[in-house]
């Protein structure tokens, strides 16, 4: 059974601090990883796709994937209000089958 | 990334009853998947909807349950059939970017069923 972990918070940090959410996962032949955004009532948004090891920046946002240790993060810094939000760890081994995290909810504070 | 769009965006509907939602994209893609979120819950992939071949479902969601169609590579339909309160739940459709295995999500159909 593939499973997909996330801490599932809520986490809080105020305005202008880095949040990080954190996703392991059990399938060690994992190929594809990504990071989604949903906002409450609506559906979830791609914001990172990562599939090597190692860093991947954009913008606020970034990535970090070690297959080693089966575990990929992300870091938004200089989080935002508007950065409040459900964030949604996916993994796929074949591109077809997506297996979710259940989520991990983000308070921004100003 | 493609243009996707869902119909209905809500319904509420009786138990028994049958309801169809319908995934349009604004360009042609290969690979267009069929989700479900249970309330406060995560996604669950019920079925893979690949033009000219049988959907491939995942464990637990049956054909006789959720029969899809895929008549062309724009176009998918999902039916929740027979439906019981259990049943309530947003129904997602996405499609799959190819190589980079991105998949983008349309907007979702909120379902009730009393």
């Known amino acids: 059974q593939k499973e997909v972990e996330q801490n599932s918070g809520p986490l809080s940090v105020p305005e202008g601090a880095i949040a990080s959410l954190n996703c392991t996962y059990s399938d060690r032949g994992s190929q594809s990883f990504f990071w989604y955004r949903q906002y409450s009532g609506k559906s979830p948004e791609l914001i990172m796709s990562i599939y090597s090891n190692g860093d991947k920046e954009d913008g606020r946002f970034t990535a970090q994937l070690n297959k080693a240790s089966q575990y990929v993060s992300l870091l938004i810094r200089d989080s935002q209000p508007s950065d409040s939000a459900t964030y949604l760890c996916a993994v796929s081994w074949d591109g077809n089958q997506f297996y979710f995290g259940t989520g991990t909810s983000l308070t921004v504070i100003p | 990334s493609a243009v996707i769009s869902q119909k209905p965006s809500r319904d509420i509907c009786q138990r028994g009853t049958s309801l169809t939602i319908q995934c349009q994209v604004d360009s042609q893609v290969t690979m267009m998947f069929w989700y479900r979120q249970q309330p406060g819950q995560s996604l669950t992939l019920i079925a893979t909807?690949?033009?000219?071949?049988?959907?491939?479902?995942e464990s637990g969601f049956v054909i006789d349950k959720f029969p899809i169609s895929r008549p062309n590579l724009t176009f998918s339909t999902l039916t929740v059939s027979n439906m019981s309160p259990e049943d309530s739940s947003i129904y997602l459709c996405?499609?799959?970017?190819?190589?980079?295995?991105?998949?983008?999500f349309g907007p979702g159909t909120r379902l009730t069923v009393t």
């Open positions: 996405s499609v799959g970017s190819g190589l980079t295995y991105e998949q983008y």
């Open positions: 909807a690949n033009q000219g071949s049988e959907a491939t479902y």
